[in-house]
């Protein structure tokens, strides 16, 4: 099966190709938020040098999130339009899930943290079971203090990974004694793992409906939070 996947859920924009068990080819830019302008190019850029086309891929997967509301919605809307045009499924896998998966089979508690802004990440904790990456806890947004507290509570050393560990570096060192970081690389989301994971959900018959697939974004949008603090109302009643 050959999967294009797509990750525009934060500061990096990221495109790859994967066949069955090989990766083909994969482009990273983490500079500035140009999703709009740049994913499409990047996507054309892959497959002429792959000489393949759009047409000849099998599905596709997406990050849904969390992350940026702006670039979760162009990822999404770009895939679903590929899907569309093309015929062919696509499925959406956790922006989190696919940055643990750059920690494969590591023995500590993998803790994906990206930034979300006044002193939050988004967060959730991870094991590898049986060769398998299995989720402990649920997609949240936390303070950094209440993660500490958190993962104090496991009692096991944390493995920390993602955008926001140059942010916390320090305080995350100062408050926990059984921990370390993922090599810089790594603090990226990389569509090949993303590719990786939704590549096993599609071929178990799993797929997104392009009607009904959304994003996960946790908590309202700035817009939202805004209106309702200027109105006293809930955006949604």
Known sequence: ???????????????????????????????????????????????????????????????????????????????????????????????????????????????????????????SLYVFDKNRLKKISDHTIIS????ITLVKSYNKTICFIGDAVPKFRETLKNSLDSLYFAPTHLNVVKASALGELGAILLENGESDNVFTSAPIYIRKSQAEREYELRTGKDINE
């Open 1 to 123: 099966m050959r999967i294009l996947s797509l990750d525009t859920a934060t500061e990096a924009a990221t495109c790859a190709v994967i066949e069955d068990d090989k990766l083909l080819g994969e482009i990273i830019f983490n500079y500035k938020k140009q999703h709009s302008v740049i994913i499409m190019p990047m996507i054309d850029i892959m497959l002429k040098n792959l000489q393949l086309d759009i047409n000849s891929l099998d599905g596709f997967v997406v990050s849904k999130g969390p992350g940026s509301f702006t670039g979760l919605r162009i990822g999404m809307s770009t895939i679903k339009g590929l899907s569309q045009g093309t015929g062919k499924p696509f499925i959406s896998v956790s922006t989190l899930d696919a940055l643990a998966y750059n920690m494969a089979y590591t023995d500590a508690i993998i803790c994906p943290i990206l930034d979300a802004l006044r002193n939050n990440v988004y967060t």
């Open 144 to 147: 950094i203090d209440e993660l």
